[in-house]
């Protein structure tokens, strides 16, 4: 199995300090990312689910050291990641993308479409001149844009159409391994299922490995093999997508799932209404982050931070009820 | 439902004057809202949504103006009141939520006395225990658990869901005959998003508000509403009950649109996106405006515009592909 697994990540934390007082003194921290342990294997895609502030970006900003863990291990094909000097990540950057939420914000207003799809060609020393210019034009055309669209600037595009300016960028290093950071989430609907469908089919053919971050439960069903379930900075499921979804185990993944409103009027479901809201990260509750809106709490909860323990196979689960 | 219907739109044009061209945000419309229903009005960004919401209160900002048509609200047509009259409608009679809880309270105040605001203007209760007490028991309603203490927090103090129902509770402190909720849980979190809409459903039941509920949400809709119009730029494209809509859809764009939705309760779907984007509402596409990006395009889609046809009862679709004897 270790030959297959591109990506695994150890115990990893990050911690955000939090000043305050006169001197801004650290005050508390932000427990944005708390002691997560899963890997990608080489081929798959891998969803990260969860509310927000529940540390899903951190931890994709953490897998491309774009933000420094705390601690653990970021292993990629081989490669402690945290251990690398500045020029050796630089090199294998080239092999991790990544697409951000917003592509208007991600784009630089200034640079033409060339431009950017050809910055990190350049970079990377992939190609020059002519040559450069033809892989941006086999880049446009593979996420559906002409390459008469080279010298427009980002703003002359629509939402989707930015996107997919986002995700020529992305690929144009040859990566091996792309994270997609709620590609869709500021998209509407009609636009959305093309986004998807062009990084399924992206994905498809260039064998990429992916680990695919979003809000949506519905949008991660519908592009990952397996998922995992963050609750404030912890994992507390994870498993092949059919099995989440026919037997969820985790009480919050439970309620996450039963709270997804379904297009279809004739299908009524019982309904799990969590109670309040998810606590601030800075002071988590002690034990099981979940036990203050866990209809299942017990003494225990409160106490001990459960593991993560595998129930059946591939199936993992962080739960007291389950030890 | 043999009465006539609480609010009634009729050949509502409200248009964006720009310097760039007349932005037609929503080109004649009809709508209905019977008394104690819920209609959901769907569609994408930018295709007049809020715009219809807006001008039934007729709080559309300038440059916009509302051209032509009719308002009727409970027998008075809403356009041809001066602003006084208005004012005693907008947020007694007739109330809205908007999309993002967070703008739209005032910082500075607190919560409490944000909604005595409310009942102050609009229920000629001038004691202030007696509106204390009425905005508590408000409080209490939409899920506050300490209601005497909470109506001193500021809204900075309170998290997204939490100030949604605070909006909700101004919404709901006059007893408004219609509930125009915009967008309600958008900025929501799914677990939250199902706290409230709970919330709206129950209180709902209690007030017997209509409630005329604006989103993208095509799942939030089939949740929640009775009725359901589908609109395409700045204009409708089907209307009928929730359960016709989805099960039968007509118009090609709310088939498009229900195929595009990822749904948790289907396995191996194959979402299908539409082609091309949402046309500009300055130069719209002429007849059919849906008719660039439809499958089922005919000649005539690009040179009449559709008209209004019950393909069922109360079952309406704009779309030449229902032309008498066709279907």
Same mark, same amino acid.
């Given at each position: 199995?270790?030959?297959? =697994?591109?990506?695994?990540?150890?115990?990893?934390?990050?911690?955000?300090?939090?000043?305050?007082?006169?001197?801004?003194?650290?005050?508390?921290?932000?427990?944005?990312?708390?002691? =997560?342990?899963?890997?990608?294997?080489?081929?798959?895609?891998?969803? =990260?689910?969860?509310?927000?502030? #529940?540390?899903?970006?951190?931890?994709?900003?953490?897998?491309?050291?774009?933000?420094?863990?705390?601690?653990?291990?970021?292993?990629?094909?081989?490669?402690?990641?945290? !251990?690398?000097?500045?020029?050796?990540?630089?090199?294998?950057?080239?092999?991790?993308?990544?697409?951000?939420?917003?592509?208007?914000?991600?784009?630089?207003? *200034?640079?033409?479409?060339? %431009?950017?799809?050809?910055?990190?060609?350049?970079?990377?020393?992939?190609? +020059?001149?002519?040559? !450069?210019?033809? +892989?941006?034009?086999?880049?446009?055309?593979?996420?559906?844009?002409?390459?008469?669209?080279?010298?427009?600037?980002?703003?002359?595009?629509?939402?989707?159409?930015?996107?997919?300016?986002?995700?020529? +960028?992305?690929?144009?290093?040859?990566?091996?391994?792309?994270?997609? %950071?709620?590609?869709?989430?500021?998209?509407?609907?009609?636009?959305?299922?093309?986004?998807?469908?062009?990084?399924?089919?992206?994905?498809?053919?260039?064998?990429?490995?992916?680990?695919?971050?979003?809000?949506?439960?519905?949008?991660?069903?519908?592009? #990952? %093999? *397996?998922?995992?379930?963050?609750?404030?900075?912890?994992?507390?499921?994870?498993?092949?997508?059919? %099995?989440?979804?026919?037997?969820?185990?985790?009480?919050?993944?439970?309620?996450?799932?039963?709270?997804?409103?379904?297009?279809?009027?004739? =299908?009524?479901?019982?309904?799990?209404?969590?109670?309040?809201?998810?606590?601030?990260?800075?002071?988590?509750?002690?034990? #099981? +982050?979940?036990?203050? *809106?866990?209809?299942?709490?017990?003494? !225990?909860?409160?106490?001990?931070?459960?593991?993560?323990?595998?129930?059946?196979?591939?199936?993992?689960?962080?739960?007291?009820?389950?030890? | 439902?043999?009465?006539?219907?609480? @609010?009634? &739109?009729?050949?509502?044009?409200?248009?964006?004057?720009?310097?760039?061209?007349?932005?037609?945000?929503?080109?004649?419309?009809?709508?209905?809202?019977?008394?104690?229903?819920?209609?959901?009005?769907?569609?994408?960004?930018?295709?007049?949504?809020?715009?219809?919401? @807006?001008?039934?209160?007729?709080?559309?900002?300038?440059?916009?103006? $509302?051209?032509?048509?009719?308002?009727?609200?409970?027998?008075?047509?809403?356009?041809?009141?001066?602003?006084?009259?208005?004012?005693?409608?907008?947020?007694?009679?007739?109330?809205? $939520?908007?999309?993002?809880?967070?703008?739209?309270?005032?910082?500075?105040?607190?919560?409490?006395?944000?909604?005595?605001?409310?009942?102050? /203007?609009?229920?000629?209760?001038?004691?202030?225990?007696?509106?204390?007490?009425?905005?508590?028991?408000?409080?209490?309603?939409?899920?506050?658990?300490?209601?005497?203490?909470?109506?001193?927090?500021?809204?900075?103090?309170?998290?997204?869901?939490?100030?949604?129902?605070?909006?909700?509770?101004?919404?709901?402190?006059?007893?408004?005959?219609?509930? &125009?909720?915009?967008?309600?849980?958008?900025?929501?979190?799914?677990?939250?998003?199902?706290?409230?809409?709970?919330?709206?459903?129950?209180?709902?039941?209690?007030?017997?508000?209509? &409630?005329?509920?604006?989103?993208?949400?095509?799942?939030?809709?089939?949740?929640?509403?009775?009725?359901?119009?589908?609109?395409?730029?700045?204009?409708?494209?089907?209307?009928?009950? $929730?359960?016709?809509?989805?099960?039968?859809?007509?118009?090609?764009?709310?088939?498009? @649109?229900?195929?595009?939705?990822?749904?948790?309760?289907?396995?191996?779907?194959?979402?299908?996106?539409?082609?091309?984007?949402?046309?500009?509402?300055?130069?719209?596409?002429?007849?059919?405006?849906?008719?660039?990006?439809?499958?089922?395009?005919?000649?005539?889609?690009?040179?009449?515009?559709?008209?209004?046809?019950?393909?069922?009862?109360?079952?309406?679709?704009?779309?030449? /592909?229902?032309?008498?004897?066709?279907?």
């Amino acid at each position: 199995m270790s030959n297959d =697994v591109l990506l695994e990540v150890k115990s990893l934390k990050k911690y955000f300090p939090v000043r305050g007082g006169v001197f801004l003194r650290t005050v508390g921290y932000v427990h944005a990312v708390d002691d =997560v342990s899963f890997y990608v294997t080489r081929g798959e895609t891998v969803g =990260v689910v969860g509310e927000s502030g #529940c540390g899903k970006t951190t931890l994709a900003r953490c897998i491309l050291m774009l933000t420094k863990p705390t601690s653990g291990e970021v292993i990629y094909d081989g490669h402690n990641l945290i !251990k690398m000097s500045k020029k050796q990540l630089r090199n294998i950057r080239k092999e991790m993308s990544i697409i951000f939420q917003d592509p208007f914000s991600s784009l630089n207003p *200034r640079m033409t479409v060339a %431009d950017i799809i050809g910055e990190p060609i350049e970079f990377h020393r992939i190609a +020059r001149g002519r040559q !450069k210019k033809e +892989r941006i034009k086999e880049l446009l055309e593979m996420v559906g844009l002409s390459p008469y669209h080279m010298y427009r600037y980002p703003h002359e595009f629509s939402g989707g159409q930015q996107q997919r300016i986002a995700i020529a +960028r992305a690929l144009s290093t040859n990566p091996r391994f792309i994270i997609a %950071d709620e590609p869709v989430a500021s998209l509407d609907v009609s636009i959305r299922a093309g986004i998807l469908n062009l990084l399924k089919d992206l994905k498809r053919k260039f064998n990429l490995t992916c680990l695919f971050i979003s809000h949506d439960l519905s949008v991660i069903n519908y592009m #990952c %093999d *397996r998922i995992m379930v963050m609750y404030l900075g912890k994992i507390v499921e994870t498993a092949k997508s059919r %099995d989440l979804f026919k037997d969820p185990l985790h009480p919050y993944t439970k309620a996450l799932i039963s709270s997804i409103p379904i297009p279809d009027p004739t =299908v009524r479901r019982e309904r799990i209404i969590l109670p309040g809201t998810v606590p601030s990260p800075i002071n988590p509750p002690s034990g #099981c +982050r979940f036990h203050p *809106r866990c209809m299942h709490a017990f003494e !225990k909860c409160k106490t001990t931070s459960p593991k993560l323990i595998e129930v059946k196979k591939d199936h993992f689960v962080a739960c007291h009820l389950y030890a | 439902m043999s009465s006539s219907p609480l @609010l009634s &739109i009729r050949g509502l044009k409200t248009y964006f004057f720009t310097e760039d061209g007349v932005v037609r945000a929503v080109d004649y419309i009809d709508l209905d809202v019977n008394r104690s229903e819920i209609v959901g009005l769907v569609g994408e960004s930018g295709c007049g949504k809020s715009t219809v919401a @807006l001008s039934i209160l007729r709080l559309i900002p300038y440059p916009g103006k $509302i051209v032509s048509g009719e308002i009727i609200f409970d027998g008075i047509n809403l356009l041809t009141l001066n602003e006084d009259e208005m004012r005693k409608i907008r947020g007694g009679r007739i109330s809205i $939520i908007f999309q993002n809880p967070q703008t739209s309270l005032n910082p500075v105040f607190k919560i409490g006395y944000q909604i005595a605001e409310a009942v102050k /203007l609009h229920q000629k209760i001038s004691k202030n225990e007696e509106i204390r007490e009425r905005v508590i028991n408000i409080l209490e309603k939409v899920g506050f658990s300490d209601p005497e203490r909470q109506f001193e927090l500021f809204p900075h103090e309170l998290s997204g869901g939490m100030q949604q129902r605070v909006m909700i509770a101004m919404a709901l402190s006059c007893r408004p005959d219609l509930l &125009i909720a915009d967008e309600p849980t958008t900025s929501l979190d799914v677990t939250i998003q199902a706290q409230i809409l709970e919330l709206m459903k129950n209180l709902q039941k209690e007030f017997k508000s209509s &409630i005329l509920l604006i989103t993208h949400n095509m799942g939030v809709v089939a949740e929640l509403c009775d009725k359901v119009a589908v609109m395409y730029a700045g204009k409708i494209v089907e209307y009928g009950d $929730i359960i016709a809509v989805f099960k039968n859809p007509l118009h090609p764009y709310t088939k498009a @649109l229900l195929q595009s939705v990822p749904r948790i309760d289907v396995e191996e779907q194959k979402l299908e996106g539409i082609p091309g984007t949402v046309p500009s509402l300055i130069n719209p596409p002429s007849g059919c405006r849906f008719h660039p990006r439809c499958k089922y395009f005919m000649k005539v889609c690009k040179e009449k515009k559709p008209s209004k046809f019950e393909v069922e009862k109360n079952h309406f679709v704009y779309c030449h /592909l229902f032309e008498k004897g066709k279907f």
